[in-house]
């Protein structure tokens, strides 16, 4: 039977069918929430043990601000070697990959 000779479906064998696709989608989606849970667990791990040195990790980039700070362009020319880094190593990436 093609779609033109079947029978109209009644109102209530449409809403039956769009409840049970609206279900399908529910459960696809507690599904693919509980992959993406498993696939960051690790980057998660790793921030939260990142934030536990935050107070540190302040205090010792202030300390080498406060070195860096006395001499500014000691500070524009790192900025520029690793502008310059951090953009060779993406082309090179992308060469080779």
Not at 4 to 18: C, F, H, I, V, Y
Not at 27 to 50: C, K, M, Y
């Amino acid at each position: 039977m093609t779609a033109d000779t079947e029978a109209p479906l009644s109102r209530a064998q449409r809403k039956a069918e769009l409840e049970a696709r609206i279900e399908q989608q529910r459960v696809d989606i507690l599904v693919a929430v509980n992959r993406w849970n498993t696939a960051a667990e690790s980057i998660d791990s790793g921030w939260h043990a990142l934030m536990r040195f935050k107070v540190p990790l302040y205090a010792i980039g202030g300390v080498l601000m406060l070195g860096i700070g006395k001499n500014h362009s000691r500070l524009i020319r790192y900025g520029r070697r690793a502008t310059a880094s951090a953009l060779m190593f993406n082309r090179l990436r992308r060469l080779l990959g």
